[in-house]
């Protein structure tokens, strides 16, 4: 590292800063020879377009990873994917414990299982509230509101000062779900003193309140009364509890009982009951049993809403999901916002829904979502209850951190810092904060069964075959004497066709372009398989870029003979 450590405290974001989501911070303190790490939060990101094949996307731990030993410990602050779905993915990579409220721990446990891990981890379930040491770290749980039961901010003390790590909020005063803001524990600390506040940057562009989630409930049990003939189905986040629970609510109040469609969906409800919830709501009916309910007693909860195309309501807009139809009369309400870069998959979901004659209604035609994420007057709120000496905004894109930190110091906060992913910060207890070096901060890539760098040659090799496809060119070498004994034999996968020139056509003409480099090869050339290989490789890449104006892939294979 460019500078040795020292007693200050320092934050490391590998994760979530410069980005919505993928949220993976650190924080150390100690002497150089005796430094003490912690990671707050282990999510992902799904991958899309610009990643074929990729189902995850990771922070790259390598930096905490090499530092094993000083690493004692990771706490979850709430238990979306973005924040802990790393952690099954990562573990045997970090050996660390883990500390999570009831909720958090069900889900956490829930996916190690998937992966074989339920007994090798040190999984700590904690109450809401708790305080506990992790080496010189006090660490205090503070009850926040946020769109998923049990958020908590973290009341991060240290000998060089109180750091409150929010994790994701916003203000609700009625939830549905979960206690309210705990007010009381964030003005003590606000007269205790805050070094630092690192904080949910997400809506910082949005003026006024986020809303509360009771109006949510009012207008969807509007809405599907509304419908008094069809079936309704309702798309939401399943770990979306307080969500599910107005969605229920609204079925129970218009006579329809609550079929749940997709694997999220079960999985959050029974993580939700485990702790408590969703305790008064009338059994679900499963989905062979929903197909024999008149279609006005039925309401389906449905994963999907972010248009995923193996997500139920993907299957159900394409007409083959196994159990469940949706046609002309019935209603789709999306109870969720538009997840910046899913918005083609979310259009082509509602255009593929209404072919079919349903009805679609979103958050633009009427308020049936609200944000988890708190907009300019909740977060004017938070800072004077906190009164942190430095601000150091988080979970948001570029434009959002600087907007953040502006805003910050139009509120007095006598500090800011904008931090990248990689970027450590100390916070020093005379109130200062600078960044004092980058360590590196990579991505990972879960595609399949494997982890891979996301710089790997392998990741480059699929982004450039997903761009222009491949070319494969065979021939059979005497490389004794330097002839070409058969081939080339040329066959492409992803490669254009065109009215004018068919594919054999094209193909036909990189088999003569790679004669010809075959000829006009020295003999000594002609006699080693692999300069064979490389100048005909050359040869038909440029050749296909003239007649195509693309280069693809271009591998040759050369058969000794």
Known sequence: MAEALTDSLYFLPLGGSDEIGMNLNLYGYGPEDDQKWIIVDCGVTFGDLSTPGVDLIMPDPAFIEERADDLIGMVLTHAHEDHMGAVAHLWRRLRCPIWATPFTAWLVRDRLREYGLEDEVELHEIALDSRFDLGPFDIQLVTLTHSIPEPNGLAIRTPAGLVLHTGDWKIDPDPLIGETTDVSALTAMGEEGVLAMVCDSTNVFSSGESGSEAGVKEELVKVVGENTTGKVAIAAFASNVARLQSAI???EANGRRVCLVGRSMHRMTAAAKSVGLLSHVQDF?????AGFFPPEKILYLCTGSQGEPRAALSRIAEGNHRNVTLGPGDTVIFSSRVIPGNDI?????????????????????????????????????MYQW???KVAIPVHG??????????????????????????????????????IVDEVPAGRLHVDGNFITDAQADSMRERRKLAYAGQVTVAMAVNTKKGELLSGPDVRAMGVAEDKMLSLEEFLDAL??????????????????AETVEEDVRRAVRREANRIWGKKPWVEVIVLEV
């Open 249 to 251: 609510e609204a079925a």
């Open 285 to 289: 009916v499963g989905e062979e049993e």
């Open 345 to 381: 998959g979310i259009f082509q979901l509602q255009n593929r829904l209404a072919e079919r004659g349903v009805e679609i209604i979103t958050e633009k035609d009427r308020p049936v979502h609200v944000s988890g994420h708190p907009c300019r007057d909740e977060l004017a709120q």
């Open 386 to 388: 906190a009164q942190p």
């Open 397 to 434: 894109e570029r434009r959002h951190l600087i907007e953040h930190a502006a805003f910050a110091r139009e509120l007095q906060v006598p500090h800011s810092v904008t931090v990248r992913n990689g970027d450590m910060v100390e916070l020093r207890a005379d109130g200062g904060a600078s």
């Open 511 to 528: 088999a003569d372009e790679a004669e010809r480099a075959f000829d006009a090869m020295s003999t000594r050339g002609r006699r080693d």
